[in-house]
């Protein structure tokens, strides 16, 4: 399959911005900038990438506590980072005008229909979002990201039964980091291959390398095609890992250390730098210069966030109902 | 007018608005083309809608509501049919954590969704089949609670319970579903507005507030104490929220005395809620203390005799009446 090589820049960028955007977080959250707690998603970037790169404006995702990547992915590279980083900082200008933070970081304006702190029920209300496309008789697709962690609830279930009983255009996307909080998923599973679940729900279930961006990028395509012509629904495992621990202070040290290791060196973005100047589609001067600019975008969107007000106390009352 | 019972009022209440706006869809279990719910409330909507819109699901109750409230945040405006309001517990992460959409999201999102379930005891269905959770209900930010005594009230709130933009959920009390009686409506469409409480009958010596059943408990236990002398006004406030507060204090005003009926146990329920408000912004016009003819703090029973112990009825009212006389 040809990608353009716009798109392939596109998912590149993409890729750098959740990187820069996660590791400036990361030195934040430390200095104590950034309340609350704060769950990223370094090292996971080709997941939300290669698969939004699939996607149209309209069409809805549902993402969860290790979202900010979800979020950057669906949004496209034209969306400013500024509104999202004063989220988390808890400003008045802030996507969610303060009242969601880093776990709910969400935007329905870009098809982001929830960001959950709790696993499962995303399932449940984007298999509602792809109930909504087929009632309407839209072609829109909807794409619900989980964790491992997820793969075990009861809603996890309840709502790819739903999905596969009647039809309905939806995307399973598992990026298997294999860690669920500190838990490791084959503990507490009798799973070797978590796509063995899709056979429960008679769909396509496959397994992709999560942090080869062209491969998920493929992998999604498919699905994306059959869920469009009301093939129905697909569960994807992208098999990834995370950088940093489950939430910034987590030392996660019940990963041994060669596994760290071997998490740095699969790192997908050198990968993907790597591949496209194999590609003759990027140089090392380009890909400089883009790591450069969203480096700079990044300190914008950051001072941007720093200059912005702190809701006035009386938000806490609006927008409680419609 | 006509006369119409509490299980034909929400049938029409739904039928109309389903054949007025296309975006409406019911979804849950055994409402279809069998049962037309267990109790037969929704007969011949399948027939008319057919299986898209009235949408028959597998027992899995965060489905229901999940995909309801995804259904609700992305332009469709569901009806989602959770049986037994004792299942809701089953849903209690969608109930808690995901109604409250619009605020959490900064605004943005809208929740146009309507979730209905049976409540009450008095058929003996034991445990699992016969809670009211008012005050469990009320304590959600975000949901908006009806619960109809009447099929006249029961018709024209379901209505706009629909054409709410949030969620609401409506409550059917199951002995009410069943009943025979009837009341008269209007021939022709009308909606009461969600947050307007009815004075189900005038006094002005004792303000009683009644929820759901309750209403005709004390209504009948008016009618008792009329012929010794007492009057009683009734007040069903219909909406738990909003709650009509105005309407109850300016009752107390008048009356100076309070006593609520609710068919829940006693901690925590609405009762309390209610006896809090009238505590705090109206205590200069109480003449006497207020009481809550409540349930007692267990689990429902089974055996009629246990539940009829356990449900709050006439004498226990006329008891609290007169205590405070």
Same mark, same amino acid.
């Given at each position: ?28 959250? +430390? ?54 980083? +004063? ?42 979002? +792809?109930?909504? +496309? ?42 298997? &980091? %294999? ?8 503990? %507490?599973? &009798?799973?070797? &291959?978590?796509?063995?679940?899709? %056979? ?115 938000? %806490? ?6 | ?79 989602? *049919? ?10 209690? =992460? ?10 959490? *999201? ?45 099929? *006249? ?27 025979? @009686?009837? @009341? ?5 469409? *009308? ?111 089974? @055996? ?11 004498? =226990? ?9």
């Amino acid at each position: 399959m040809a990608i353009e090589k716009e798109k392939l820049l596109d998912m590149y960028r993409t890729m750098v911005r959740i990187r820069i955007f996660e590791e400036k977080i990361a030195e934040d959250f +430390a200095a104590g900038k950034i309340p609350g707690f704060v769950h990223l998603s370094a090292g996971q970037e080709a997941n939300p990438t290669g698969v939004c790169a699939n996607l149209r404006i309209d069409d809805i995702i549902t993402s969860t506590h290790r979202g900010h990547g979800h979020v950057i992915a669906k949004a496209g590279n034209q969306y400013s980072l500024a509104p999202m980083v +004063a989220e988390l900082y808890g400003r008045k200008t802030g996507v969610n005008k303060g009242k969601a933070g880093s776990q709910h970081l969400s935007d329905m304006d870009i098809g982001v229909l929830v960001a959950e702190g709790i696993q499962g029920t995303a399932l449940t209300l984007a298999a509602g979002a +792809a109930l909504t +496309a087929k009632l309407r008789g839209t072609d829109q697709v909807v794409v619900s990201f989980i964790g491992d962690g997820t793969l075990n609830t009861g809603r996890f279930h309840e709502g790819m039964n739903m999905a596969s009983a009647w039809k309905l255009p939806l995307i399973c996307y598992c990026e298997n &980091n %294999v860690w669920a909080e500190s838990t490791n998923i084959y503990d %507490v599973t &009798n799973l070797t &291959n978590i796509t063995d679940r899709a %056979v429960a729900f008679n769909i396509p279930g496959v397994s992709v390398d999560g942090n080869d961006v062209l491969a998920v990028y493929k992998v999604a395509a498919e699905a994306v095609a059959r869920a469009r012509k009301g093939e129905g629904p697909t569960f994807i495992e992208g098999k990834t890992c995370r950088r940093f621990g489950h939430f910034q202070g987590d030392t996660h040290l019940y990963r041994s250390q060669e596994e760290k290791d071997e998490c740095m060196k699969r790192d997908p973005i050198p990968r993907f730098r790597k591949r496209l100047i194999e590609m003759k589609v990027l140089t090392e001067k380009e890909a400089d210069k883009i790591q450069q600019e969203v480096q700079e975008e990044m300190d914008k969107a950051v001072k941007f966030a720093l200059e912005s007000p702190f809701p006035d106390p009386e938000e %806490v009352l609006t927008d409680v109902y419609a | 007018m006509k006369e119409i019972t509490y299980q034909k009022a929400i049938n029409e209440a739904i039928d109309e608005e389903m054949k007025r706006d296309p975006s409406i869809f019911i979804i849950g279990e055994d409402i279809g083309k069998h049962w037309g719910g267990s109790l037969g409330e929704l007969a011949g909507l399948f027939d008319k809608y057919g299986a898209e819109r009235v949408r028959e699901t597998p027992i899995s109750e965060t489905a229901i509501l999940g995909g309801a409230i995804g259904a609700a945040a992305t332009g469709m405006r569901p009806i989602a *049919y959770l049986y037994f309001d004792d299942f809701l517990g089953v849903c209690g =992460d969608e109930l808690i954590n995901q109604l409250q959409m619009k605020y959490m *999201y900064g605004g943005k999102t809208k929740l146009p969704l309507t979730i209905t379930a049976y409540i009450g005891a008095g058929l003996s269905a034991a445990h699992q089949h016969s809670k009211c959770l008012f005050g469990w209900l009320m304590n959600i930010s975000g949901l908006k609670i009806v619960a109809p005594a009447t099929a *006249y009230d029961a018709k024209g709130l379901l209505k706009s319970a629909i054409r709410e933009d949030n969620p609401v959920i409506f409550l059917e009390h199951k002995v009410l579903l069943l009943s025979r @009686s009837t @009341s008269q409506i209007p021939n022709e469409e *009308y909606t009461i507005p969600l947050g307007k409480a009815d004075i189900k009958r005038g006094g002005s010596e004792v303000t009683v507030v009644a929820i759901a059943l309750m209403v005709h408990r004390a209504l009948a236990a008016a009618d008792k104490l009329q012929e010794k002398g007492i009057s009683i006004e009734v007040i069903d406030p219909r909406t738990l929220v909003p709650l009509d507060k105005q309407a109850i204090i300016d009752s107390v005003k008048k009356t100076g005395r309070l006593v609520i009926m609710d068919e829940e146990p006693k901690t925590g329920s609405a009762a309390g809620e209610i006896a809090a408000i009238v505590a705090e912004e109206a205590f200069d016009f109480l003449d006497a203390p207020i009481k809550r003819v409540c349930a007692p703090d267990t689990p429902i029973p089974f @055996s009629p005799v246990l539940e009829k112990f356990w449900m709050p009825d006439e004498e =226990d009212l006329i008891k609290a009446i007169n205590e405070i006389m």
